[in-house]
């Protein structure tokens, strides 16, 4: 099937974006025929084509019609229902909040929508417009996202995802992890990164919200729901199934998170958290699933199996896939080489203290004979001052007592 998947911005790491990516690589791996169109192209599509997967970011060069158009926004619903009126189109409704990531009200745009919590679908079928809701879940790429380690007994360390976490939320939870002895690493807001499950590594637990709690769960750590929006804490096998329909948005809960709260979360901290929740998404989020349940909707709309695959376009695949597995591979390289880096460093530093712990050995045991030398002399000191002390005595009592030859010392 050759199908377009479409976003008016790829520029930035976004959960809209992220699900995108996540589902053309899963689509390109079943042999289908993938792109992307966007207006604005940027991180994201640099990180799709390495990938494997072509992103076009202009109507005019969308080439050959699809089988099958799935599109993200009202801009881009409308930019491919006027190039290819023909052409099937369903859409997945990422927000209750922005009305551009809404589905087009105006008939014969899209005829099928995809939502991803019951947040969403309520608001979807609350629209004043016939269609069908389908509702699966957030696709997570499992492979991608890994245990690459396990997270520690007590937290240290923890990584804040989130493209919206500041302000006087942010302040409660620096507050807070820092009373507790946890550092805080950020991406999202002043930092972007495009291989987020690298540092996930090197953290004990995660903070944020939607994909990137889920993502962190993958990843096994223990996932804290918290944003700018709202918190509900953090994500067990026990509270996953309401929190998981809510969107994983924060907002389930009748009252925020204050700082005692979060103090009293942050002790609550269990490592066994992260290994429960890889598991949950395994059960729930696999990514290939996912896209097997959005064929079934786009061959619902009619939009059948497509072109009989070509030995060229075949060919086409493999060398996308050849591309995107050397990329992975150049990835991990660069990460095991700044592993090692750390590894030299950690090895540099350890000797270097034990450089000094010897050194520092070696200054005490100076001290501690200059010390006995000392203690020597006084007590020599105080032997001679008793002595004294005995001669003034018997001088007091008999001045003609002490005659030359007689002294004590």
């Keep these: 099937m050759r199908i377009v998947l479409a976003n008016s911005a790829f520029h930035r790491v976004g959960g809209s974006e ?3 990516a996540t589902l053309a690589e899963n689509l390109l791996r079943l042999g289908h025929d993938v792109r992307i169109y966007t207006r604005v192209a940027g991180d994201m599509a640099m990180l799709a084509r390495r990938h494997g997967i072509e992103v076009i970011d202009s109507v005019d060069d969308l080439g050959v019609a699809a089988d099958a158009v799935l599109s993200q ?14 052409v099937p189109q369903a859409f ?5 909040l922005f009305d551009v990531q809404q589905p087009p009200l105006v008939p014969g745009t899209a005829s099928a929508v995809i939502v991803l919590n019951d947040r969403v679908r309520r608001r979807v079928e609350a629209l004043n417009v016939d269609l069908e809701v389908v509702r699966l879940k957030q696709p997570i790429d499992t ?14 360390r923890a990584l804040v995802l989130s493209t919206y976490l500041d302000g006087a939320q942010r302040h409660v939870l620096d507050e807070s ?26 953290v004990d637990f995660v903070v944020g919200k939607g994909r990137a709690v ?19 804490g953090w994500i067990t096998p026990d509270n996953y199934p309401e929190l998981e329909a809510d969107g994983l948005t924060g907002q389930l809960g009748e009252r925020g998170i204050d700082a005692d709260r979060l103090r009293a ?6 490592p066994d958290w992260g290994r429960l929740g890889r598991e949950l998404v395994l059960r729930h989020h696999d990514a290939r699933q996912h896209a097997h349940a959005v ?11 497509g072109r009989p695959v070509t030995l060229e376009s075949e060919l086409a695949r493999q060398v996308q896939l050849r591309w995107s597995a050397e990329a992975e591979l150049f990835g991990l390289r660069a990460e095991t080489r700044r592993a090692s880096a750390r590894a030299v460093t950690s090895v540099e530093e350890v000797e270097l203290a034990r450089q000094e712990t010897a050194h520092a050995r070696h200054a005490l045991a100076q001290v501690t004979a200059e010390l006995d030398r000392l203690r020597e002399r006084l007590a020599d000191y105080e032997q001679r001052n008793r002595r004294l002390r005995r001669r003034l005595r018997r001088l007091g009592d008999d001045p003609q007592a002490e005659t030359p030859g007689r002294a004590d010392d």
């Excluded at 064929?295 to 199996?305: C, M």
């Design 73 to 86: 926004d009202g801009i881009v619903a409308y930019d491919l229902a006027g190039a290819w009126p023909q």
């Design 92 to 96: 997945v409704c990422h927000s209750s």
């Design 143 to 156: 492979q991608r996202f890994s245990p690459r380690s396990s997270p520690a007994a007590r937290p240290t």
């Design 18 to 20: 992220t699900y995108l």
């Design 214 to 232: 889920l993502e962190a769960m993958a990843c096994g750590r223990p996932a804290y729901l918290f944003d700018s929006f709202g918190g509900d």
């Design 265 to 270: 979360d942050l002790a609550a901290y269990d």
């Design 295 to 305: 064929l079934d909707v786009l061959a619902g709309l009619g939009a059948g199996h």
């Design 177 to 202: 992890c820092a009373a507790a002895g946890v550092e805080l690493v950020s991406i999202g807001i002043d930092h972007v990164d495009l291989a987020p499950e690298a540092l996930m590594a090197d």
